[in-house]
């Protein structure tokens, strides 16, 4: 018999997929991750965590199944003894105290950058400025940096549009900080208009947006005029991943989408690309970036390229409690 000749297999299209260099996790959800981590393995569980210690479900979910109990108050936490950590988004200074108040075993896995920035809004205060925070309302790190001091006492403003009409007490009294997970190129407009309006206003010695922002922020400016479409890798309500979704559709990029999983991936958005940039937000996990381009890989020739700008190694060791335990064994 005959054989007949073999069907050649259906080619898939070529897809040349551009890393950005750098992305996903930062030194200081790395440390809170670790001190959720260093404390299960410590203390065994349960170990409270007060909110989200990272805005990522699959983090949250890793933790949980490890014997994390997350909240969002202090009074969901029993006086058990148990370590109740704090995010490193920070907290009002409130939540430490209650925390002495009720002698909990609380750990501040704060990042040391958010707290460089609760430092500097109160040295505004101290030299009797009235304080602009520039962030974004309801966000957990805003509400933290307001809450380090006495109401009334930091103004916040959320946009352009707001630096044009914030009406201070003192012009001549005036200081701003930022929160850290900002647009580079937004909040820089905002501070602009408020040196014009304000000139004696009073900035931080040193950028409040940190390291992990501003990087992630540069390599999505070199990849989105350049690919057909963007992918961020992270959660709707993590700060620093919307603000690379507007980076990239601002740097020209056709189509951005911020996605948390390869499930959450319409198709019909992603047809006859050719060339596909994908970032991460400081709290997405590498593991989801390759879930990511493996579901690419289903259906495309994927050859995959880094396009790098910044290096980092940027390290903070765990809160002192567990650093010290650690220390010692
Ligand atoms: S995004 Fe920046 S400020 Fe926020 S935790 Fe990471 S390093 Fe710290």
Redesign the pocket.
């Known amino acids: 018999m005959a054989l007949s000749p073999e069907k050649p297999a259906l080619q898939k299209p070529a897809l040349q997929v551009l890393l950005c260099s750098p992305r996903g996790f ?4 790395v440390r809170a991750i670790e001190s959720v981590e260093r404390a299960l393995a410590l203390y065994g569980p349960p170990v409270y965590v007060r909110h989200e210690i990272v805005h990522n479900r699959c983090v949250v979910e890793s933790l949980r199944a490890k014997g994390a109990i997350f909240v969002e108050e202090l009074d969901e936490v029993p006086d058990t003894g148990a370590p109740i950590i704090f995010s ?1 988004h920070g907290v009002p200074r409130s939540v430490p105290e209650e925390a002495v108040r009720r002698n909990l075993f609380a750990l501040d896995a704060t ?1 040391p ?2 707290t460089k920035v609760h430092r500097a809004a109160e040295i505004h205060y101290r030299r009797g400025r009235e304080i602009v925070l520039i962030g974004h309302a309801g966000h957990p790190e805003v509400i933290g940096t307001m809450g380090q001091l006495p109401s009334g006492s930091v103004s916040l403003i959320e946009s352009l549009a707001g630096a044009a009409t914030f009406s201070p007490r003192d012009s001549n009294k005036l200081g701003y900080v930022t929160q ?2 900002l647009s580079v190129h937004d909040t820089a407009e905002i501070i602009a208009l408020l040196k014009r309006r304000f000139p004696a206003i009073v900035g931080s010695p040193k950028e409040d947006i ?4 501003t990087n992630r922020q540069q390599a999505v400016k070199r990849v989105a005029p350049i690919v057909d479409a963007m992918i961020v890798v992270g959660a709707p309500n993590s700060s ?1 991943s919307q603000r690379l979704k507007e980076v990239a559709e601002r740097a020209g990029c056709p189509h951005a989408a911020l996605l948390q999983r390869a499930a959450a991936i319409d198709w019909n958005e992603f047809a006859a690309i050719a060339r596909l940039g994908i970032t991460a937000g ?1 709290s997405a996990p590498e593991v989801l970036v390759e879930e990511i381009i493996d579901a690419f890989a289903q259906r495309y020739a994927v050859s995959v390229e880094t396009v790098s700008a910044a290096e980092e190694g940027v390290f903070f060791p765990l809160p002192r409690p567990l650093r010290e335990i650690q220390a010692a064994e």
Do not use: R
């Not at 930062?26 to 959800?29: I, N, V, Y």
């Open positions: 930062c030194a200081g959800l490193a990042c950058l958010v850290t997970t940190c390291y992990a922002t620093n400081a």
